[in-house]
């Protein structure tokens, strides 16, 4: 085989491999990015999400009854109020709800370290999360004397 046969054939070897590589770098580039905080998935490419069940403020209610709970309910101007203190004092993002039930005390799962926080948009729970029952008194506390 003539020299320039050998080195042609190498170059274009060469030429496949990194052209394999590229493609094996894209492919790796262009995939869901696995992060310390959970995967980014890119173009939809991600699990489906089943949709939750709406769950309305009736079956809330009923909820806070059968736990026989100590709850306070904002909604409308206390809502507003509420929100606001939140804001000025700790920094708290708006909730963007328009009921809000705080379970402060039941006889299953309150330690009295932690409330729970049940908030409602278009009367189908949109937000639950638990807070530390000290700052939640902090901020009810504020009710009475305004912001």
């Known amino acids: 085989m003539p020299m320039w046969a050998k080195i042609s054939a190498?170059?274009?070897?060469?030429?496949?491999?990194?052209?394999?590589?590229?493609?094996?770098?894209?492919?790796?580039?262009?995939?869901?990015?696995?992060?310390?905080?959970?995967?980014?998935?890119?173009?939809?490419?991600?699990?489906?999400?089943?949709?939750?069940?709406?769950?309305t403020e009736s079956d809330i209610r009923s909820a806070i009854a059968r736990v026989r709970a100590v709850f306070d309910h904002y909604g409308g101007p206390s809502l507003a109020a509420f929100e606001?203190?939140?804001?000025?004092?700790?920094?708290?993002?708006p909730l963007r709800v328009d009921t809000l039930y705080v379970i402060t005390e039941d006889d299953q799962m309150r330690d009295g370290k932690t409330v729970l926080f049940i908030g409602l948009k278009d009367d189908c729970v949109s937000t639950v999360f638990s807070f530390p029952a000290r700052l939640y008194r902090e901020l009810a506390a504020g009710q009475e004397g305004g912001v």
Do not use: E, M, N, W
């Open 10 to 55: 190498g170059l274009v070897l060469a030429l496949v491999l990194l052209g394999f590589a590229g493609l094996k770098a894209t492919s790796y580039r262009y995939g869901p990015l696995v992060q310390p905080h959970g995967t980014t998935y890119y173009g939809g490419d991600g699990p489906k999400i089943a949709a939750v069940p709406c769950k």
């Open 84 to 93: 606001k203190r939140a804001a000025h004092r700790q920094g708290l993002p």
